[in-house]
């Protein structure tokens, strides 16, 4: 099931980026009603919020099957823990120490929710 958690994880990353890639497109434009037609234009928008349309129906799914004190924070923390690896790898953010340790600080603490009691 851990491996459909981190499944999960995956997608939503994913989509971030994607999302990212497509919001690339928008510089410089003011917010508008027009976003709402966004994802009809802008592939990236799209695909990304197709992935999140899955990764949302993978994460309910596991919900039924797994505990939310432990899911919610595997997904959520390691959600940030890829987000923030990808996003420095595709897209060239850079990442200071301190964000560096916060990074590593969302690990131990997943790790921490998988010792069994």
């Known amino acids: 099931m ?4 981190v ?6 990353a994913a989509a971030q980026l994607l999302l990212r890639f497509g919001a690339m497109k928008l510089e410089g434009r003011d917010l508008s009603l027009s976003i ?4 009809f234009r ?3 928008i799209f695909s990304g919020l197709s992935l ?3 990764s949302f129906f993978l994460y309910i799914y596991i919900l039924s099957r797994m ?3 432990i899911v ?3 997904a959520t923390g390691g959600s940030i823990v890829v987000i923030s690896i990808l996003a420095a790898v595709f897209l060239h953010e850079k990442m200071n120490a301190i ?3 916060g990074v590593v600080t969302i690990i131990v603490g997943i790790m921490l929710v998988l010792v069994p009691k």
């Open 99 to 101: 964000q560096a340790v």
């Open 52 to 54: 999140h349309g899955l």
């Open 7 to 12: 499944l999960e994880m995956v997608i939503a």
């Open 67 to 69: 505990k939310l004190n």
């Open 36 to 39: 709402v037609l966004e994802p």
């Open 2 to 5: 851990i491996f459909l958690v």
């Open 42 to 44: 802008n592939p990236w």
């Open 72 to 74: 919610y924070p595997i």
